[in-house]
């Protein structure tokens, strides 16, 4: 096990994406593929990864260059020299017979002297090495993941098929601090062989019988599977498991790391997994967690269940997935809250149906936004757009109907302009983009109901949405994240239109597009590409509260702080009430 002197060194609190995963494993395991293939991917949702090849020493590859015994710039990783020493030796033409005899005696000389020292100099000098890299990542490198293609625990593995080894290299490599995921690849000898034959620079020389390589292979394969054993490292069979369940062993180990670092409540995660628009119990069982569930805190789990807009989703998955697990005082309120919010769905989709007739009738443009996203969902209220000359109009139309401010919300925009005037988010607006000549036509579902409604194009409710989160609310909440999440999966989004409406935004849009796309790489395994998104601190809340840069005034400033102050004291969010309280009355 790793010594507890080098726990002062560990990766304590948030640092983001800061992490060092480590693959180790014979020739022809898969170590380089798949190390590159995460590199990838992570780089492709913005997370910063760095992949570094096998046998890169740290420091030793800039010492060898300034002197190696041998005179030479090459060198066998393993064992500080190539084997072939006659290939070290530089002969000068100009050279008298004298010399060149003189020349090839101080060669041998100095090849007989290294390799009587090699054995107990270089992996010495190797684990030094070694430990420099490890202490380099851990203080300097920040917000970057990187992939190491085999670690100090392959030097030792190596010393020991070289009969190296000794009680003082044994103690020194296996108590070598651990990076933050380990990973040992397996596969069989035979199978490590016939991938190591389809590359050129692997072809094993004609002296070399084929026989005495696999029993080779099969003799470092067993070190690496008591190595397994000695430090508890994460076991990956490759012959076994395609190339994707590798990787998905891989990142499901990644996922639980984050989680356990940034110390997740066993409430917030079944709010953010189990409200999932696209739940099953595979999501779950990946992450290999075990709700205790009586023992659960589920007034935390409703309350923001409801101030994240996502009680309709969280109460269905409950009750399909894990009914016959629950409390039954826990399925009393989960039925209870279904029944207020179908309540509520049927009320909002009445009154749609009413405003959208009406409104066909008198010509009145109109659209619904930020309220109905393609996902089932309860509408606090719907917020409706309209041109200011039609807005005289509509109110009354609303009003004749009885239809008042708690189901339907009416705003206008500029008469002369049709640029969005109100609602403004804390002074940001729409400069341009008619959002009514855009609009688009939907069913929407609403518990056992549908209705036919008009809805701002996918780009201007993306827009919307993020103003509204950015710039007014100071948070996103986790329905917030659903919404724009499913847009961008339901539709070809064109990203350049979002940008010139985003323009001026301090990238924050950037910022709430990479806390989304890396959030579900997290907690879903789905990666979504987008151009332009960064690496962000991973805040794995159900509520991300904004950081404070992306204020436009102190007023702004102000407003966050409190925001924190408020959640962190009673969960308290402006905007967000739990609205459900009020029917229990």
């Known amino acids: 096990m790793p010594c507890k002197y080098w726990r002062t060194f560990d990766n304590k609190g948030k640092e983001g994406w800061k992490m060092i995963i480590a693959f180790m494993g014979n020739n022809g395991t898969g170590k380089t593929t798949i190390a590159k293939e995460i590199e990838k991917r992570l780089r492709a949702i913005g997370i910063e990864a760095r992949y570094k090849k096998e046998f890169d020493h740290f420091l030793l590859k ?289 009154a749609l149906k009413l405003v959208h007739s009406a409104f066909e009738e008198k010509s009145i443009e109109y659209v619904i936004m930020k309220s109905l996203p393609p996902f089932e969902f309860t509408p606090v209220d719907a917020d409706m757009l309209v041109k200011g000359k039609d807005f005289k109009e509509a109110s009354k139309i609303l009003k004749e109907m009885g239809v008042t401010t708690d189901l339907v919300d009416l705003y206008y925009t500029d008469p002369e302009s049709e640029v969005l005037t109100k609602p403004s988010w804390n002074g940001r607006t729409i400069e341009e983009g008619p959002i009514l000549r855009r609009r688009r036509k939907r069913r929407v579902k609403l518990g056992d109901n549908e209705v036919e409604v008009f809805v701002p194009s996918p780009e201007d409710e993306i827009v919307i949405l993020s103003a509204h989160s950015l710039f007014q609310h100071q948070y996103t909440t986790l329905g917030e994240l659903f919404y724009i999440m499913e847009l961008i999966r339901n539709n070809n989004i064109d990203f350049r239109y979002i940008d010139s409406q985003t323009k001026g935004w301090n990238e924050s849009f950037k910022f709430l597009l990479s806390t989304l796309v890396q959030r579900y790489f997290l907690f879903y395994n789905e990666f979504c590409v987008v151009n332009g998104i960064k690496c962000v601190n991973t805040n794995l809340k159900p509520v991300r509260i904004h950081p404070l840069r992306y204020g436009n005034s102190v007023r702004d400033l102000i407003d966050n702080v409190l925001i924190r102050i408020r959640y962190r004291r009673k969960r308290g969010l402006p905007y967000n009430s739990n609205w459900t309280l009020r029917e229990f009355k």
């Open 62 to 350: 800039y010492a060898h260059k300034i002197y190696s015994p041998y005179k030479a710039k090459n060198y066998n990783p393993f064992s500080g020299t190539i084997h072939d020493a006659e290939k070290t030796i530089q002969i000068d033409m100009n050279m008298t017979k004298e010399e060149r005899k003189e020349n090839e005696r101080s060669n041998e000389m100095v090849f007989k002297l290294w390799s009587s020292l090699r054995p107990k100099v270089w992996p010495i000098l190797v684990w030094i090495d070694c430990l420099l890299e490890w202490i380099f990542y851990k203080t300097t490198v920040k917000n970057k993941v990187i992939l190491l293609d085999r670690y100090a625990y392959d030097h030792f593995v190596s010393w020991e098929r070289h009969g190296w080894s000794n009680r003082l290299l044994r103690f020194l490599y296996l108590h070598f601090p651990k990076p933050d995921l380990a990973f040992v690849l397996d596969a069989s000898s035979s199978t490590c062989l016939d991938r190591l034959h389809l590359r050129p620079e692997e072809k094993s020389p004609l002296e070399e019988k084929k026989e005495e390589k696999l029993r080779s292979l099969e003799h470092q394969r067993n070190r690496y599977l008591k190595l397994v054993d000695t430090l508890d490292l994460r076991l990956v069979n490759t012959e076994r498991q395609s190339l994707d369940e590798s990787l998905n062993v891989v990142f499901s180990d990644l996922r639980k790391y984050y989680f356990e670092k940034d110390k997740i409540t066993d409430e917030d995660k079944v709010l953010t997994l189990i409200s999932y628009p696209h739940f099953n119990p595979d999501i779950v069982e990946d992450l290999g967690f075990n709700f205790e569930w009586k023992s659960l805190d589920w007034d935390y789990i409703m309350d923001l269940a409801v101030k994240n807009n996502v009680e309709s989703l969280l109460c269905d998955n409950l009750m399909v997935y894990y009914k016959n697990e629950l409390p039954e005082d826990v399925i009393e309120k989960l039925e209870r809250i279904r029944d207020i919010c179908r309540n509520k769905q049927e009320k909002m989709s009445e």
